[in-house]
């Protein structure tokens, strides 16, 4: 039983968003991440659809499991634990993923956990870079979180520092995009094209850095209507648009604010290390800058490849491996799936 | 034998156990809102009552709707992985064919079950094994005069009692009846159970962006 505390096999399900992801991990060795996305069918409305994503989740579901398997080299008969997302997202399709999970454990008689989205996107890194430090702070930006944690223990002490109070990071990348013509998502294509471009050409406003605004909450959405009418404007009176200054101009403004936050987020919690995840963890700036700012506080960063980064099984399964090697109790077959769980339900029983 | 069957295209989120010869046992909740917390349960109540295992399982039958979507794939991802991880057959069975499969009466009927946005999942039947139409989702005034004069099964007739005054029995499909009906037709006409597919027979609500909107009015 001990060497089996140690290196738990745990599958992962992830469905919170438009990603069916199934992870299998071992102990903290990465086995196999398999996802299968929904975002092409989203591409043409701009934005996730929630039933569009909760039906594609249901046909994907089983294939993506066996892919898992397959990728892992192992069958359902060696699993220890199940891990499953049981929030927070979209309500509709965190169900189908907790349904599957839990038919798995039942049928497999193994304890499951149904898990918050945010711990597992924390607890991803130990996959890449080991054991999390202990009273780390992590910063989890992507098209649906932004959010300023500090992590004591991510199995279960997570407590919130800040977060946005109106669009995700990642939705203004999106929304942006969308102003530009450049389409959906908006992250990649705005960090290629602000390659090109100048980020000092326009001076985009940096939301909530008022000395009287909450100094660890983030505002995205003055920032999005300040880049449409910039380009509203130019448009009216017949100009180009400069696409690869206003791309450059507008991530500078959202990086900048990010990574200040960021820093100060870790100088008030004694944090000496600052974890980085969630989609927008990918944008090539987002890394630099925040580099050369811990570097300078005297923080390492921590930062998981990108197809960790974005959702994925893995890190609900890195989490469930956590949770079995710490001893914690595992979730009851009839725990809620709850589409606004709060950060410090790290386990839902 | 060892069949489990559950539906969860309707309210009653309902499970049972069949041994080819009888229901060994039944559990039925109706609280539609908690089908994800009460599925998993309820299949674990009913093995246990009847003091068999998941392993010990040759088959599983679900209810494929028409229904609210939400609650239809709870039941239908439920029954993928359990044929998935026990390596058993999944049946599927149109829900509305469960009600009719559950009516004693010997005249032509329909049922019609709870769509929501005022709107039912219905069918006709000649006789309660053989339905004469395709399932369909309508508003209840607009087939109430097609479906004058017929009985009524389904809460749908207990929801519109003016398009649907002829009400009779039953309000919500049973597990142990799907599992009978399975049964039945598995050894007289396989070719009649269907894929584990949802009949969701709505597309999903989604519109496609047209020009951008202006954000500023100056
Ligand atoms: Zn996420």
């Known amino acids: 039983m001990t060497a089996l505390k140690d290196s738990p096999l745990v599958l992962g399900f992830e469905t919170s968003c438009d990603e069916t992801g199934v992870g299998i991990v071992r102990g903290n060795t990465l086995l196999a991440d398999a996802v299968a996305s929904s975002v092409e069918e989203h591409a043409r409305f701009g934005g996730v659809v929630p039933e569009v994503a909760s039906r594609a989740h249901l046909e994907a579901m089983v294939p993506t499991v066996q892919r898992a398997l397959s990728d892992a080299g192992v069958t359902l008969a060696d699993i220890d634990a199940i891990a499953v997302t049981a929030g927070p997202g979209l309500a509709g399709a965190l169900l189908v993923g907790a349904a599957a999970a839990k038919a798995y454990a039942l049928a497999l008689d193994k304890p499951i956990y149904g898990v918050n989205h945010l711990a597992a996107h924390i607890c991803v890194d130990q996959l890449e870079h080991g054991p999390l430090p202990e009273g780390c702070v992590a910063m989890l930006v992507s098209g649906g979180h932004s959010s300023l944690l500090f992590v004591p223990d991510v199995t279960g002490d997570v407590q919130p520092l800040g977060q946005t109070i109106d669009d995700a990071a990642g939705e203004a990348f999106d929304k942006v995009a969308r102003v530009l013509g450049l389409g959906f998502p908006g992250g990649p294509l705005i960090d290629k094209a602000a390659r090109e471009g100048d980020p000092e050409a326009i001076a985009f406003p940096r939301g909530l850095t008022g000395p009287r605004d909450a100094p660890l909450d983030f505002s995205f959405s003055g920032l999005k209507t300040a880049v449409a009418r910039w380009v509203e404007r130019r448009e009216r009176a017949g100009d180009k648009i400069p696409l690869a200054d206003v791309a450059a101009s507008f991530q500078e403004a959202v990086v900048d604010v990010l990574t200040r936050k960021a820093i100060l987020a870790c100088k008030e919690s004694g944090a000496d290390h600052l974890l980085i995840g969630g989609g927008v963890a990918a944008n090539s700036r987002l890394r630099v800058l925040a580099e050369e700012r811990a570097a300078k506080a005297g923080i390492r960063v921590r930062v998981p490849r990108p197809n960790l980064c974005t959702d994925n099984g893995a890190m609900v399964a890195a989490l469930g491996s956590e949770l079995v090697r710490r001893g914690r109790t595992p979730s009851h077959l009839d725990f809620p799936s709850d589409s606004s769980q709060a950060v410090v339900d790290v386990v839902v029983r | ?218």
Request: glycine share 10%.
């Open chain 2, 1 to 218: 034998m060892l069949l489990l069957a559950f539906d969860t295209a309707t309210p009653a989120i309902t499970v049972a156990l069949h041994d080819g010869t009888h229901v060994l046992a039944e559990s039925t909740t109706v609280d539609a809102r908690r089908t994800g917390e009460l599925l998993a349960p309820g299949i674990t109540a009913v093995l246990t009552a009847a003091g068999r295992k998941p392993g010990e399982l040759t088959g599983v039958a679900v209810g494929v709707g028409p229904g609210p979507f939400t609650g239809l794939r709870v039941g239908l991802v439920t029954a993928r992985a359990l044929g998935d991880a026990l390596g058993i057959p999944i049946h599927g069975v149109c829900t509305l064919d469960v009600v009719a499969y559950q009516t004693k009466i010997e005249e032509p009927f329909a049922v019609a079950t709870d769509a929501r946005r005022k709107e039912v999942y219905w069918a006709q039947y000649t006789d309660r094994f053989t339905r004469s139409t395709d399932p369909d989702v309508s508003h209840p005034s607009l087939i109430a005069e097609r479906l004058a004069g017929l009985p009524i099964a389904g809460e749908g007739a207990v929801l519109y009692p003016e398009a649907f005054p002829k009400a009779i029995g039953p309000r919500h499909p049973s597990a142990g009846a799907l599992a009978e009906l399975t049964i039945r037709r598995l050894q007289s006409d396989p070719d009649s159970l269907l894929f584990p597919e949802p009949l969701y027979l709505r597309r999903p609500d989604a519109v496609e962006p047209g020009t951008r909107k202006r954000v500023s009015t100056g």
